[in-house]
């Protein structure tokens, strides 16, 4: 069983920042990715960015230069350092991760249960 956790959302004035945390724990074999994604009311839930096992990383344009991501091997934890917060980023921002578990070595899918980040103007 692998789980997904995540912490650091909040309430915010824009042009503030936050830092997201999203630690995976259970029978874990190896992360292939983790990332976020986020969903605003009414609207699709859409990539944020992710960070590979090699390094590499992908940033949405809507995000790039504001919002960076990086990750604790040692603790399986993957952030996500949010600056110059606009209220276009209100929305729910969840935790996704592509792991082997120790019980199966597929590549699985798993979640997190998400957090509120608010930005008000």
């Known amino acids: 069983q692998v789980q997904l956790v995540e912490s650091g959302g909040g309430l915010v004035q824009a042009g503030g920042s936050l830092r997201l945390s999203c630690a995976a724990s259970g029978s874990i074999f190896s992360i292939s990715a983790m990332g976020w994604y986020r969903q605003a009311p009414g609207k699709q839930r859409e990539l944020v960015a992710n960070?590979?096992?090699?390094?590499?990383?992908t940033v949405a344009n809507s995000v790039k230069g504001r919002f960076t991501i990086s990750r604790d091997n040692a603790k399986n934890t993957v952030y996500l350092e949010m600056n110059n917060l606009k209220p276009e980023d209100t929305a729910v921002y969840s935790c996704?991760?592509?792991?082997?578990?120790?019980?199966?070595?597929?590549?699985?899918?798993?979640w997190g249960q998400g957090t509120q980040v608010t930005v008000s103007s």
């Open positions: 960070i590979f096992s090699s390094g590499g990383t």
């Open positions: 996704n991760g592509l792991i082997r578990s120790q019980r199966d070595i597929r590549i699985q899918e798993y």
